[in-house]
């Protein structure tokens, strides 16, 4: 068990430009859960799959953005025609539903808009 | 809908100093109750939980948080701080039941321990 990895760590992009992000949960997991972090604040939920298929989306998750998990195990974000609104810390969280299921974060993605 | 609000944003405190981090939650449901803990430059690690059971929890390193219902809060102490300590604290909800289990997170407490 190595973790929730995510890559990359940091991604500094142009205004305009299209960004996607990779998060490989902890391999036994079948919940998968995607938030954001801006400065100053807690981490907000995004949006949240179950095996492959994406049960609950935020309102924050606008259209410019789109998540999906096709074979159930790593999970991608993109965000299409970046904004300097979406400078923030992508984090991906994975757990294992049964109970209630503990979960467990990557180290997330650092996205700067220029 | 759940909502947390973590009144202090920065606790700034003495080594082997007490400190109490306070945390009160918002919710129609019964909810789960965490707090994580993010050390600089490393991500979000889970401290301690409730889910049901005695209401005071306790983590390995020392903490401790109590849940009050009828005061819907769940603040975390240490009685006695370390310099190792200082990071930043997340007191984060789930809805009991219904649920998905995705966390609404308070903004944080930058806890700041100085020798």
């Known amino acids: 068990d190595t973790g929730v990895s995510q890559d990359p760590r940091h991604k500094i992009t142009k205004r305009g430009q299209n960004v996607t992000f990779r998060c490989d949960p902890i391999?036994?997991?079948?919940?998968l859960y995607w938030y954001r972090q801006t400065l100053g604040q807690g981490p907000e939920f995004l949006t949240y799959f179950q095996n492959e298929a994406q049960l609950e989306k935020s309102r924050l998750l606008s259209d410019r953005f789109s998540a999906e998990r096709p074979k159930g195990s790593f999970s991608t974000l993109e965000i299409q025609r970046t904004e300097q609104g979406d400078s923030a810390m992508y984090l991906c969280a994975s757990s294992f539903a049964g109970g209630m299921d503990e979960q467990f974060f990557g180290p997330g993605t650092r996205l700067t808009v220029l | 809908a759940q909502s947390v609000t973590q009144l202090d944003s920065q606790v700034p405190v003495f080594e082997e100093a007490p400190v109490e981090l306070r945390c009160n939650y918002s919710s129609s449901v019964s909810v789960y109750l965490f707090w994580y803990v993010q050390y600089p430059n490393q991500g979000l690690q889970l401290l301690l939980k409730?889910?049901?059971?005695?209401?005071l929890v306790e983590s390995i390193n020392g903490f401790e948080a109590e849940f009050n219902k009828s005061q819907t809060s769940f603040h975390l102490r240490k009685p006695s701080v370390h310099i190792s300590d200082t990071a930043e604290y997340f007191c984060?909800?789930?809805?009991?039941?219904?649920?998905?289990?995705?966390?609404?997170f308070g903004k944080g407490t930058k806890l700041s321990v100085k020798p």
């Open positions: 409730y889910l049901s059971g005695s209401t």
């Open positions: 984060a909800v789930s809805a009991f039941r219904g649920s998905q289990g995705n966390l609404i």
């Open positions: 391999s036994e997991h079948n919940r």
